[in-house]
């Protein structure tokens, strides 16, 4: 198993996200949450909860998060070459 794979990028990404989503909704007033990500195959299956299989446990994480402490998730793309924060914590 290669884990730097497209497939596994893609998994890594969203798992990322994911982990976004359990370490803001433990903020202050956070029931609107907004999350930027590069990839687009991760916004997509944030928006509308559709996924392949391997992805399938991530989302049901995020979805039981979200019902329980009612909370609103929105995921955005944004160009890899803007996403400054990003940029920064790889160099």
Known sequence: MKVSSPKWIYYWEAL???LA????SHLPSASKIL????NTNTVDMFNTFAAQPLYNPILILAANHLIAHQ???HVVHIQGEDNTVAD???Q
């Open 16 to 18: 990322a996200v994911l």
């Open 21 to 24: 989503l359990l370490h803001a």
């Open 35 to 38: 999350i930027h990500t590069d």
């Open 71 to 73: 909370h609103a998730l």
């Open 88 to 90: 920064t914590l790889s």
